[in-house]
């Protein structure tokens, strides 16, 4: 199994801040890295995919980076709805794994 | 506009079976362009994949689970449907069904690009 661990598992900011989000893969996953927004009690929604380009409508504040293990999420001028939790995944195998998440409070 | 339905029983017993039915519009099952999957989050917890499968091709599930698990597919109805054996509470959670994206044909890496609201299943006496 391929492991994707996220840091930190909850970050607090504020309006206007810009954060990253980390995830670190066990092994080598070249760029099949996904990043996930999730609202609470809502479903998970497609940000990022193949590690940096952006999902259509996503906005442009939004940026991923990295390939092989070290990944990022970076959010640049917080706004009031970027507060949610946000997931990592591969699908560099057949078995999809996520990452235990970033939980992004005011 | 592609949308994507869970619905099933929302309490089951301890060593029952439980099943959920996924109903799509807006693309169809059978054209054979996608691969379509469950997801799991028990409460408060992260992601777990189930299982993926391509209509005329393979079914892939996550080890964990394969044992208990069975995906299949009504092209008929347009949904896909899943089945989890043996249920204990620590099955409780709620299951999304989704789309999964190939977003790069070269290396076949794929993302979830449409998710059903999610369906919460209790696993209780």
């Known amino acids: 199994d391929i492991q994707l661990t996220q840091s930190p598992s909850s970050l607090s900011a504020s309006v206007g801040d810009k954060v990253t989000i980390t995830c670190r893969a066990s092994r080598s996953i070249s760029t099949s890295l996904n990043w996930y927004q999730q609202q609470p009690g809502k479903a998970p929604k497609l940000l990022i995919y193949g590690a940096s380009t952006l999902q259509s409508g996503v906005p442009s504040r939004f940026s991923g980076r990295g390939s092989g293990t070290d990944f990022t999420l970076t959010i640049s001028g917080l706004q009031r709805e970027d507060f949610a939790t946000y997931f990592c995944?591969?699908?560099?195998?057949?078995?999809?794994?996520f990452g235990g998440g970033t939980k992004l409070e005011i | 506009q592609l949308q994507l339905q869970e619905s099933g029983p929302g309490l089951v017993k301890p060593s029952e079976t439980l099943s959920l039915t996924c109903s799509v519009s807006?693309?169809?099952?059978?054209?054979?362009?996608?691969?379509w999957g469950w997801i799991r989050q028990p409460p408060g917890q992260s992601l777990e994949w189930i299982g993926s499968f391509f209509y005329g091709g393979n079914t892939y599930y996550n080890p964990s689970l394969k044992s208990r698990v069975t995906i299949s597919v009504d092209t008929s109805k347009n949904h896909f449907s899943l089945i989890v054996n043996s249920v204990t509470a620590a099955d409780t959670a709620v299951y999304f069904c989704a789309r999964q994206w190939k977003y790069d044909i070269l290396t076949a890496y794929y993302s979830f690009d449409y998710w059903g609201q999610g369906a919460l299943v209790t696993v209780s006496s």
């Open positions: 995944q591969h699908s560099y195998s057949t078995l999809l794994t």
């Open positions: 807006g693309d169809s099952l059978s054209s054979g362009s996608h691969y």
